[in-house]
């Protein structure tokens, strides 16, 4: 596999080898997270990146009401993603199972069952988008030119929903197959050819909206294409050899595996919709506070947003590798592997909050020209109250991969519902309705993080998720727990 020299791999890497000498964990461990996780984190920052340019183009071609039309239609397109990363949920506990018992038979039907299954999902989502996206928008807003916009964007959209699914889909089967560059290759390349297509969409063919919707769906299926091409053959240029390779014309329809990825998959889908659904009544209480708090809120979410990227690539490395080790049998490898994993995550967390916490005011200066707005300090403090949240995060993230890659997803998706809401968002209701003020933005985010790191990581320390994966081993006998 190729590698190169990136500052993100050595930045973790560097962090995971002062707590091997530190006597805290594996420095064989430190070394294969690190693989696994750098290239994920790279991802997600070159899509979050996507994301804001994408944005930034719509309002320099149309203005700020086709940017409020873009965002009405976010939170829709983020359906297909909890769909799609729900079930590669399953996907990759059933595939990193297989590849560490080297059931490549297995894997193979896991693989095809896992596409069907995404299709079928969000086949029907896809339908709902094209034929009433106006409806859908009009539900958040009553501005018609924004819900014209919005609807223009989420009807074009519409086709691109089975292929973010299959990205998902892709991205998990090399990750669990302990290949995590493969999937930084194929999508962060993607990211760069959505903001290709989008300018030359949206400026080239002044093709406003509609154009950067067109923009993304092609280049997801640009993404889908690639992955499938490299599954087939085994092999893509600039990744060289791939670790699996499947036969595209064996059955996509095998009622046990699709039980399994539903079983596994389900509670994630339901955890990944947790945030989406709360983002609705959070915003309406936060604009309780006035609009300087709302500006301070989202500057602060952005931030919150790049510290927790290094959660993307823990997790998924603690869901593969765990998931190989159980896949072997060996279950006391898989308890050290993930109890290293959690401690690495909380380290690197640490370092991220304290730079974060040390340049505060800088950082959220970047976001507001005018260094007397109202908005900096309450956001300041958001930010600080960040920092100390992000820790919690890291055990949060962490302690979910071993249950993700047991098949044990059904506490994971129960600590996020708690710590939502049934903390952060009464929480920050009493700051808005009583003389808590201020402080009850400042304790949701706490509440959102250290409530589900508590739950997961008490389900960790059970160790049940590991009689759990008997049930979904391949060639195993099915556990009593």
């Not at 209701?429 to 009850?440: F, H, N, P, Q, W």
Request: aromatic letters at 10%; a negative charge.
């Amino acid at each position: 596999m190729v590698r190169f020299p990136n500052p993100v791999r050595l930045l973790i890497l560097y962090i995971g080898l002062a707590l091997a000498r530190a006597g805290v964990v594996d420095p064989e461990h430190v070394r294969h997270t690190t693989d696994l996780a750098w290239p994920r984190i790279v991802t997600g920052l070159a899509r979050m990146s996507k994301n804001a340019v994408d944005v930034a183009m719509v309002g320099v071609a149309v203005g700020p009401v086709a940017i409020a039309g873009v965002g009405f239609a976010s939170p829709y397109w983020g359906i297909a993603f909890s769909l799609g990363g729900g079930l590669a949920g399953g996907t990759i506990a059933l595939v990193s199972q297989r590849y560490g018992a080297e059931a490549f038979d297995e894997l193979g039907v896991a693989v095809r069952a896992s596409a069907a299954l995404v299709v079928a999902v969000t086949v029907p989502v896809t339908a709902a988008f094209w034929l009433f996206p106006a409806e859908l928008i009009s539900v958040m807003t009553d501005d018609a030119r924004a819900i014209e916009l919005g609807a223009a964007y989420l009807r074009t959209l519409a086709v691109g929903v089975p292929f973010a699914g299959l990205n998902l889909i892709g991205s998990r089967i090399y990750i669990g197959a302990d290949d995590a560059w493969t999937p930084m290759l194929v999508r962060a390349g993607g990211a760069v050819a959505n903001i290709a297509l989008n300018a030359a969409f949206i400026f080239g063919l002044e093709m406003g909206v509609t154009g950067a919707a067109l923009g993304t769906v092609l280049a997801n299926v640009v993404v889908t294409a690639a992955f499938a091409a490299g599954l087939i053959a085994g092999r893509l240029p600039g990744a060289g050899e791939l670790p699996v390779r499947v036969d595209p014309f064996g059955s996509y329809v095998h009622v046990e595996t699709m039980r399994d990825l539903v079983t596994i998959g389900l509670p994630v889908v339901g955890r990944n919709l947790v945030w989406t659904v709360a983002k609705f009544p959070m915003l309406a209480i936060v604009g309780l506070f006035g609009p300087s708090v709302v500006a301070a809120y989202v500057i602060a979410r952005r931030i919150w947003g790049l510290m927790n990227t290094p959660g993307w690539g823990f997790g998924l490395a603690s869901s593969s590798l765990v998931g190989q080790a159980l896949g072997e049998g060996d279950e006391l490898g898989a308890e050290s592997y993930a109890r290293d994993v959690i401690a690495f995550a909380v380290a690197t967390y640490a370092v991220a909050a304290v730079l974060v916490a040390a340049f505060a005011e800088p950082i959220v200066g970047l976001f507001v020209g005018d260094a007397t707005d109202p908005s900096i300090p309450v956001a300041v403090g958001l930010v600080y109250a960040a920092c100390l949240a992000v820790l919690a995060q890291g055990v949060k993230g962490a302690a979910a991969g071993p249950l993700d890659a047991s098949g044990d997803t059904r506490w994971p998706f129960y600590s996020q519902l708690v710590g939502m809401f049934g903390c952060a968002i009464p929480i920050a209701y009493l700051g808005a309705t009583t003389s808590l003020g201020i402080a009850g933005l400042y304790l949701s985010f706490l509440g959102e993080t250290i409530v589900p790191a508590a739950i997961n990581y008490y389900r960790f320390s059970t160790g049940k998720w590991k009689a759990i994966s008997r049930d979904f081993r391949p060639d195993a006998p099915v556990a009593d727990d």
